[in-house]
């Protein structure tokens, strides 16, 4: 049985977190290697004088993200190594290759849709003021010289705040050095198809149902697309085929379903025994509701997991800012990749954000948001309850949007353009499928007031005659 030298701050706060943190960084530096067995949580519990609870906290938290299995009869251990390959990192391998291909995955597919998407932010929120104030500070104190060119791959400030950032709040294993800064998430998916496609055809793995805005964008950076099907753990691992995936295992999009610890450690064997790496897509990270938010993947094989994110649902679509996270010779190539094609990012921008991360004003703009966006989801599905209980609410407690599922026979077409009139966003799920499934459609709360809900489903009610 492991001694595990766990220390907390109880002046600090949050004891569950501080346990996870430092069991995962043991485990990340080695000092607890995988297969070992950790102690009971009662036991635990007794060593470090907090409640059982929370040691329990602690524990679901890392195996939720993968570090720890837990088995009736055998108790808590690290993940062996057979699971997941290295929890620390994965042996050196040659990057995967690929020369462009076309393919016909969702032919016709995402035609520019530029007005309020169902995963848009309440802009009306943003914080104006807190944001004029860090550009205010980056126009008084930066030197000139910062104005000019600079690194394509981003200011070092804000590297640094973000790797902090990523460490604390997504549990990644991440080093300012191996971050490059780009125009949001789908620009920074680009760079790293368009490095990882050079000299072979890349085969990428992708949820279905997904995106059909990202499909364009994937095929004509290179890739030839796999579908592979989505259900209520995640992404079906035992369909996959490929050199690579795109994952979004925080939230996925459209079914809102989390990608669970079993899916994680299947999907950490076989990037491992293939030689493969995942895309990882932190989408909707920052708003979960319910619980914590499991931590990233990368945290858990950061040389075989490629992070990207961005701030365009805590902030702004509109600011155009992100960054993904990658192993150094890959990082190294993303940056010279976007120094050949624009040069690198707004500084000023860049520098504000680092701002606004360093004083606070990102991690209290998150908490408002993430209250505001909880009672507006709560008062939309106590509304669909109450109203039309035929619909079903799908997936977990979290993001901006919700995926509701229709009866047969439903037209979600139909219902879509009837919750348009009424003001809410929805959009049919049935264009971002490869293979066919039961009607519904993804809806919009983040725009819609908690007061609003019940007046604008009833109406949508009365429009379908239902």
Known sequence: M?????????????????????LRDS??????????????????ATDLQVSRGVVVEAYEQLVAEGFLVSRVGVGTQVTPKNSVGTLRGSPRAAPLRAKPVRSTLWAGAGSPYYGHRPTSPDLGHFPRERWLAAVRHVLATVPSDALDYGDPGGVPELREELAGYLRRVRAADVRPENLVIVGGVAQGLSLVLHVLSQHRALRLAVEDPTSHRQVPLLRRAGAHLVPVPVDEEGLD???????AVLVTPAHQFPTGVVLSPSRRAALMEWVFAGNRVILEDDYDAE?????????????????????????SKALAPGLRMGWVAAPPELAEAIRRARGELDLGSPVIEQ??????????????????????????????????????????VKGIEA???????????????????????????????????????????????????????AEAVREIKGRMSV
Not at 288 to 301: S, T, W, Y
Not at 357 to 379: F, I, N, P, S, W
Not at 437 to 446: E, H, K, M, R, T
């Open 237 to 243: 691992t035992r369909r996959l085929s490929g050199d």
């Open 399 to 453: 993001g901006l949007h919700a995926y509701v599922e229709l009866p047969d026979g439903w037209n979600e077409h139909e219902v879509a353009r009837i919750a348009h009139t009424v003001g809410v966003s929805a959009e049919p799920v049935a264009p971002m499928r490869e293979a066919p499934g039961p009607p519904a459609v993804v809806v919009g709360f983040a725009r819609l007031p908690a007061h609003k809900a």
């Open 2 to 22: 492991a001694d595990l030298h766990i220390q907390i701050n109880r002046d600090k706060g949050g004891i569950a977190g501080q346990i996870a943190s430092e």
């Open 287 to 311: 708003f979960r509701f319910d619980r914590d938010p499991v931590g990233c993947l990368q945290g858990l094989a950061p040389d075989r997991v490629i992070l990207s994110g961005s701030v």
């Open 351 to 392: 520098y504000a954000l680092a701002h606004f991360l360093r004083t606070g004003g990102y991690d209290k703009h998150l908490r408002r948001m993430r209250r505001e966006y909880r009672r507006r989801r709560d008062a939309l599905v106590a509304a669909l309850s109450a109203e039309l209980p035929e619909v079903q």
């Open 27 to 44: 485990i990340r530096g080695g000092r607890l290697t995988p297969g070992t067995r950790l102690p009971a949580t009662r036991d635990l």
